[in-house]
């Protein structure tokens, strides 16, 4: 068994999955039917640029120092001693498992496109400040 420590990444990016921009591609195709049926209905095509806009802007960014969000119009970064734990909501049918910082201050902060299973990596990055889910 080889016991050679792992090495932990400086920075982890938790962007939306890439399959999900199939979604606004098909959205697209479909909608030339009604984009080219009466004048000004081309503004249709406006749904799918706002969905990938906000599929290419929506992410977290951990290191070492701190929280980065990022959401469609705007951004917050939180250090790492202003955050006091994670809340984890569980899922609905609406919508799937979603993973929030809790700050020192009382307020909540969601990551948006961290998964439940990316908390050890979350971890990992924090160097020490959270623990590691896996008990390892």
Sequence with gaps: MNSTPTEV?????????????????ALAVFAIPA???????????????????WLART???VDAEAVTVRTAFG??????????????????????ARVS???????????????VRDLSQLAAVSGGRLPDPAGE
Excluded: D, H, K, M
Aim: hydrophobic share 50%.
């Design 59 to 61: 992410r977290t960014v």
């Design 9 to 25: 990444p400086a920075r982890a990016v938790f962007r939306p999955a890439r399959l999900a921009y199939l979604f606004p591609v």
């Design 75 to 96: 951004g917050r970064r939180v250090p790492w001693e202003s955050i006091s734990s994670l809340r984890l909501q569980p899922a609905t049918r609406s919508r799937g």
């Design 101 to 115: 910082a809790v700050l020192a201050s009382g307020g909540e902060l969601p990551l948006p496109a961290v998964n």
């Design 35 to 53: 984009a080219f049926g009466a004048p000004w209905f081309w503004l249709i095509y406006l749904v799918p640029v706002a969905i990938v806009y």
